[in-house]
């Protein structure tokens, strides 16, 4: 019915189960508008298959896996653990997977995010499913491109492109290339909005 009219559809689903039945309905309703899964925090391999058969997006939470790691560790089941916000799995699979902080849940800090998709560490810095790591540059689109995408505005924000938005900030270092541990030590040193210096240190 949101399809008929017009509507993309968004769902809620953490723990596998859940990610199971979105991905049973929105394969059972394709062709669809662009669907999407918010967390996806539990997806092995099979199922993220699953999920780029219906093209669905995934709209993940790498900074989690620095915040919340040590409950992680301690709690979810050594089974579970190696899909635990699988970005490596659903990347490898051909899911779209953009990235989010879900603030104020936790932090608004993509940076942070993205050292967390490349280093899997905790806060504690212990890895967290570290066979889920991606490259800087995957991390990178995650939170930029990916991200657009997951909003319908790819045409608008994203990429430094023209014709685009110019609301983009200017880093301390460049990301790639790296050690991924001194990725958590850059800085926005700018911020423009439609062209604009907004800020600067």
């Given at each position: 019915?949101?399809?008929?009219?017009?509507?993309?559809?968004?769902?809620?689903?953490?723990?596998?189960?859940?990610?199971?039945?979105?991905?049973?309905?929105?394969?059972?309703?394709?062709?669809?508008?662009?669907?999407?899964?918010?967390?996806?925090?539990?997806?092995?391999?099979?199922?993220?298959?699953?999920?780029?058969?219906?093209?669905?997006?995934?709209?993940?939470?790498?900074?989690?896996?620095?915040?919340?790691?040590?409950?992680?560790?301690?709690?979810?089941?050594?089974?579970?653990?190696?899909?635990?916000?699988?970005?490596?799995?659903?990347?490898?699979?051909?899911?779209?997977?953009?990235?989010?902080?879900?603030?104020?849940?936790?932090?608004?800090?993509?940076?942070?995010?993205?050292?967390?998709?490349?280093t899997r560490m905790s806060l504690a810095s212990r890895p967290v499913a570290p066979e889920q790591a991606v490259t800087a540059q995957q991390a990178l689109d995650m939170h930029t491109l990916a991200a657009a995408r997951a909003c319908y505005r790819e045409r608008d924000f994203g990429s430094i492109t023209p014709r685009k938005l110019a609301d983009l900030v200017l880093l301390s270092q460049d990301p790639m290339g790296m050690e991924p541990e001194a990725l958590k030590a850059i800085r926005v040193a700018m911020t423009m909005v439609g062209g604009e210096v907004v800020w600067e240190e």
């Open positions: 019915r949101c399809d008929a009219l017009g509507f993309s559809v968004a769902v809620h689903a953490i723990e596998r189960e859940a990610v199971e039945l979105a991905a049973s309905v929105f394969l059972a309703a394709r062709p669809l508008l662009r669907g999407r899964i918010e967390h996806c925090a539990e997806c092995p391999p099979a199922l993220a298959e699953r999920l780029a058969q219906a093209n669905v997006q995934v709209v993940s939470n790498p900074g989690f896996v620095y915040h919340r790691g040590e409950r992680y560790l301690a709690a979810v089941p050594l089974e579970t653990l190696p899909y635990l916000y699988p970005a490596r799995t659903l990347l490898e699979a051909g899911v779209s997977l953009a990235a989010g902080s879900d603030a104020p849940v936790a932090p608004a800090e993509p940076l942070l995010g993205i050292y967390a998709a490349v």
